[in-house]
C-alpha cells in the first residue's frame, strides 16, 4: 500500500513538473520580443532610413489609426447610418493607400542608397519577415498568398 502511494505521489509530481515547463516554455516562445528588422539586418544606411521613415511616416499611421478608431466607432452606434459607413470607409482606405505609398516611396529612396548585394540581403529579409506566419515556412519561392474562394 505505502508503495503504491509512493508511486502515485511520484506521478503527480513529476505531472506537475512536466506542465509547468511545458507553460513556461510556451510562455517563452508566445511572449518573446524580437528586435526590429531594421536591427537585425545591421546595415548602417537601413538604421538611418528607419528612423527617418518613423518621423516621416508616424503622422500617416497616425491618421490611419484615428480613421480605423472612428470607423469602430460609427459602427458601434445604436443606430447605423451606412451612407455614412462607407463615407468613413472611403477616408479609411484613402489614409492606408497614403501610408503605404509613402512606405513605398521610402523604400525606392533606400534601394537608391543600396548596392545589389545590400539590396538582395536587406528587401530578401524584408520580404522574409513581412510574410504571414503561416506562409513562413514555406519553399523560398513563395509566390504569395492563397487564393480565397
Known amino acids: 500500500m505505502r508503495k503504491r502511494f509512493l508511486n502515485i505521489l511520484l506521478f503527480i509530481s513529476l505531472a506537475f513538473n512536466i506542465a509547468f515547463l511545458g507553460g513556461s516554455v510556451y510562455r517563452f516562445i508566445r511572449f518573446r520580443r524580437f528586435e526590429p528588422i531594421h536591427q ?18 508616424m503622422p500617416l499611421v ?10 469602430m466607432k460609427a459602427l458601434a452606434k445604436e443606430n447605423i447610418d451606412e451612407e455614412e459607413l462607407q463615407t ?12 503605404e505609398k509613402e512606405i513605398g516611396n521610402s523604400m525606392i ?3 537608391k542608397e543600396l548596392s545589389s548585394e545590400e539590396a ?18 514555406r ?8 487564393h480565397r474562394k
Open 62 to 71: 497616425e491618421d490611419f489609426h484615428l480613421a480605423k478608431d472612428e470607423f
Open 109 to 111: 529612396e533606400l534601394r
Open 120 to 137: 538582395k540581403e536587406v528587401f530578401g529579409k524584408f520580404r522574409k519577415w513581412m510574410q504571414p506566419p503561416e506562409h513562413m515556412h
Open 88 to 99: 468613413i470607409i472611403d477616408n479609411l482606405i484613402y489614409k492606408q493607400s497614403m501610408m
Open 40 to 57: 537585425r539586418i545591421h546595415n548602417e544606411k537601413v538604421e538611418e532610413f528607419m528612423n527617418k521613415r518613423k518621423e516621416l511616416g
Open 139 to 146: 519553399e523560398k519561392n513563395w509566390p504569395g498568398p492563397p
